[in-house]
């Protein structure tokens, strides 16, 4: 189609003011972004919220705490231990976490703080024990204030020769037990001890018949 000076010369200037109104958009598109970019809110570590202390659509003032985020690679679990049995734990001690979470794996720890002479809610004495957890846990969905169940290992000893703990009497610092061959009460030395079982280091042979349930 040919068209004349004066209609190419109108359309031309439709295009220039087109093109002007573009770049006025596109400015603003800009201005918009950064606007948004300042108030998106970024955190600087990788991990978890925990605690949210406003509620949607919520209006707040610079420098208001918003949320608690948690790094899910460096959780420690807290726990209080009663008093009489706060002397066992030590700094160091390896421990076993297991969780629902974990489904059948266990997670290996190490007690890191012990706080001594503490009261808990109930107003009973212990201290308080940190575990730091010693495996990357970040592919399990783990938040603070997830139950986990833990086993401190307060000795280990493989190979020893053990018996029953109520096969052991404790007379004035010293260990005895009641042997079947003669009835009699005789002196051993013992190790490592648990809730259950107690370490014989001397004064028994292996496989040689005890008799416990009389002072049970």
Do not use: W
């Amino acid at each position: 189609k040919i068209i004349s000076m004066k209609e190419f010369q109108s359309l031309e200037s439709k295009l220039d003011k087109l093109n002007v109104m573009i770049d006025a958009r596109l400015e603003e598109i800009q201005h918009l972004k950064h606007k948004r970019k300042l108030h998106n809110i970024n955190s600087q570590i990788k991990g978890s919220v925990s605690t949210v202390f406003i509620e949607k659509g919520q209006m707040v003032q610079q420098g208001t705490l918003l949320m608690q985020l948690e790094n899910t690679k460096q959780l420690k679990i807290e726990v209080f231990i009663r008093e009489y049995e706060a002397h066992k734990i030590n700094i160091g001690q390896k421990v076993r976490i297991k969780s629902p979470i974990f489904k059948d794996q266990i997670v290996n720890g190490v007690v890191s703080v012990v706080v001594p002479s503490i009261k808990d809610n109930k107003g009973a004495s212990g201290m308080k024990v940190e575990v730091s957890i010693l495996q990357d846990i970040s592919k399990y969905n783990v938040h603070p204030g997830n139950r986990v169940d833990l086993e401190i290992v307060l000795s280990h000893k493989d190979n020893c020769e053990y018996l029953p703990i109520g096969a052991v009497q404790k007379t004035n610092n010293a260990y005895f037990v009641r042997l079947e061959k003669d009835q009699q009460l005789h002196k051993v030395e013992v190790g490592v001890q648990d809730q259950s079982r107690i370490e014989i280091i001397s004064g028994i042979k292996f496989n040689e018949g005890v008799i416990y349930d009389l002072f049970n």
